[in-house]
């Protein structure tokens, strides 16, 4: 064999090659690039799953810790302080009658609160798990929306009851500021009766009551019937606010209809009032916050009451 | 027999019913005024001698002592409640906003 036909039979055999691969290159491409899609639109769908279900989590949690708290009632002693200011009886009574009616957090409005934020656990457990069961990016794209137009209802329902957990406990603090009082007035009366007649009945074993001390002690007694005053009208206030509140978010949600198949809520004009719920939630808690305030500087009168009548023997 | 005396005992027996329904009449008043005067006297006689008020009772060193515990135990939990509403106000600084 020539040179020159070793070549060209050399040449033919990679010319033959090389038309092979082009033509396996053309064949195969598409599918590689497709593959490829593929496998980014898995990684997408896998991220947009870890996102909501965290999410998700994050926001069953928060409403479960809220749930775990409301269930601890808070017992009310519901004991009349009868205050006296000025020797003319009672700030704090005169005002009791129409405040301690209406004090607590009703038992039916904390059950309302109780169930919605139920369902609202309900509801995020059941789109959990359907989450977890899609296969398609558009689906999990849906999803997404769900999720995130969602958040302020779900945000609603646990800022309803942690507020309305919020405000029972300032209507406990009132109440044992109250019973403190009612407990300290019946021995500060007590020292002033001893001062008066050293030999009335029980005096002798109380020690020696001077007038200074019962007056003093009744003096710090007068002080705290203002702001009990005050701090009864706030409660009356935040109550009844909040029983509105509560009413209208349950309307609000009555309108949804069923929420475990509520899904993309972003364009519902319904839920154009949230921003108006929310502000008066804030509101709220920005009159707990002075109540709060009002009722520590109570418990520093009281303590400092206590540190009088201490010395005796009751 | 004499026709003139005949009606004398019909007459009597009218006398007879009328003093028997003044009887009745007087007895019906009686009872009343009885009963009247009766519950009026009673209710004097509950407001001249009430029952003796009870002397107040003058709280221990030891329940005011529980009293002030209770109540700083109280002040805490509302605080911890508060602190978590306020919390719940303020959530969207933590959301995962899962669609972007």
Aim: aromatic share 4%; glycine share 6%.
């Amino acid at each position: 064999m020539s040179r020159v036909q070793f070549f060209t039979g050399q040449s033919k055999l990679l010319f033959a090659m090389v038309m092979l691969l082009s033509m396996l290159l053309v064949a195969y491409s598409p599918m590689a690039s497709y593959s490829g899609a593929q496998s980014v639109e898995a990684a997408k769908l896998q991220e947009l799953k870890q996102k909501a279900v965290k999410e998700i989590d994050r926001r069953i949690n928060n409403l479960q810790t809220t749930l775990k708290k409301l269930e601890v009632d808070v017992h009310l002693d519901n004991k009349n302080a009868s205050v006296t200011a000025n020797g003319n009886s009672a700030s704090v009574s005169a005002n009791e009658d129409g405040v301690s009616a209406n004090v607590e957090v009703k038992p039916d409005t904390k059950k309302k609160v109780e169930d919605t934020v139920k369902q609202f656990i309900d509801k995020l457990t059941a789109m959990k798990e359907k989450i977890q069961n899609v296969t398609t990016l558009q689906e999990m794209q849906s999803f997404a929306k769900s999720v995130d137009s969602q958040y302020q209802l779900d945000q609603m329902a646990n800022v309803q009851g942690a507020v309305t957990k919020a405000v029972e406990g300032l209507t406990g603090v009132f109440d044992k500021l109250k019973t403190t009082i009612s407990d300290l007035q019946s021995q500060v009366t007590k020292l002033k009766d001893c001062a008066k007649d050293a030999n009335g009945s029980g005096c002798a074993a109380l020690g020696d009551v001077t007038e200074g001390v019962a007056t003093s002690a009744q003096s710090q007694l007068d002080s705290t019937s203002s702001i009990m005053s005050s701090i009864g009208s706030i409660l009356l206030s935040v109550v009844t606010m909040l029983l509105s509140l509560v009413t209208s978010f349950s309307g609000l949600l009555g309108g949804l209809g069923s929420l475990s198949s509520l899904g993309d809520v972003s364009n519902l004009s319904s839920l154009s009032s949230m921003t108006g719920l929310f502000s008066s939630f804030t509101a709220i808690s920005s009159q707990l916050d002075i109540g709060s305030g009002m009722g520590g500087s109570v418990s520093n009168i009281l303590s400092s009451v206590s540190g009088l009548t201490g010395g005796f023997n009751f | 027999m004499d026709p003139v005396s005949a009606p004398a005992p019909k007459k009597s027996r009218r006398l007879l019913w009328i003093g028997v329904a003044a009887v009745v009449v007087v007895l019906i008043v009686a009872l009343v005024a009885y009963l009247v005067i009766g519950n009026s006297k009673k209710d004097v006689a509950t407001e001249a001698s009430p029952s003796p008020t009870p002397e107040a009772t003058v709280a221990t060193k030891d329940e005011v002592k529980q009293d002030l515990a209770v109540l700083d135990a109280t002040i805490k939990q509302a605080s911890t409640d508060h602190t978590a509403a306020k919390a719940a106000l303020k959530d969207q600084s933590s959301q995962i906003k899962v669609g972007n």
